[in-house]
């Protein structure tokens, strides 16, 4: 992977990812994240610190698309925190990333997510806070848990118009728009922030579809993501 001195990320969400706890059983043990405290982003940032592409893999010959994310530690926590940023600031209404690594096959990913009146009654809510703990995370993080698939993150793959209508548009799709809602976008955040602590000895996650190990919602891409140290990195 190459470095990037310049990363947006990091010049964005460096000093508060520093000011995040390591262990929870040490004081203060946790964080409390919101508009009071996370930066607001740049519509547009950049960095060269992140992989991503895409590709398929089979469940009993069925193909099942697969984005992989190969990140270090340090842009996992930055990226955690401009996920929740995008949840608790109103404005921008969306965060391009623009990927600038070579081998990245994806070169937008996008991050949406709208404070809107989701059932037509007129009421419209707004995200408060978000309490992180760290915790040590499994490499299939959601399994065996009360979640139903609605609570998990979803990536979607698109082009830079979002018009995907043929063969051509479909084999060159380079943008990816994450992950869902309020609460589905503070589960893939928690994920990457607990990714990159120091003492995370797991090296690779797993986030299936309904064929594996649940770990998106509907009609998500699986998201495999990849740490210095491990195969797929």
């Not at 998201?223 to 195969?231: K, Q, R």
Request: net charge negative.
């Amino acid at each position: 992977m190459s470095t990037d001195v310049g990363c947006d990320l990091e010049a964005t969400f460096g000093a508060l990812a520093s000011a995040l706890p390591e262990d929870s059983e040490e004081e203060p043990g946790w964080l409390k994240l919101s508009a009071a405290n996370l930066p607001v982003p740049r519509s547009e940032l950049v960095t060269s610190r992140l992989r991503m592409t895409w590709g398929y893999h089979l469940y009993n010959d069925y193909p099942v698309e697969s984005v992989s994310i190969q990140v270090d530690k340090a842009t996992c926590r930055h990226l955690g925190l401009l996920i929740l940023s995008r949840v608790f600031h109103r404005e921008p209404e969306q965060v391009i990333v623009h990927l600038r690594h070579p081998e990245s096959k994806i070169t937008r990913l996008v991050l949406k997510y709208e404070w809107d009146d989701e059932d037509g009654s007129g009421y419209v809510s707004q995200p408060l806070c978000f309490n992180y703990y760290p915790q040590l995370p499994a490499r299939h993080p959601w399994w065996g848990t009360a979640f139903k698939p609605r609570d998990l993150p979803v990536l979607r793959l698109t082009n830079e118009e979002e018009m995907v209508f043929s063969p051509e548009h479909f084999a060159g799709r380079n943008v990816a728009v994450g992950f869902g809602d309020a609460k589905p976008s503070c589960r893939m955040a928690d994920l990457f922030l607990n990714a990159g602590l120091e003492a995370n000895p797991q090296l690779e996650f797993q986030l299936e579809g309904e064929c594996g190990f649940r770990g998106v919602g509907f009609e998500s891409a699986e998201i495999m993501i990849w740490l210095p140290g491990s195969l797929g990195y």
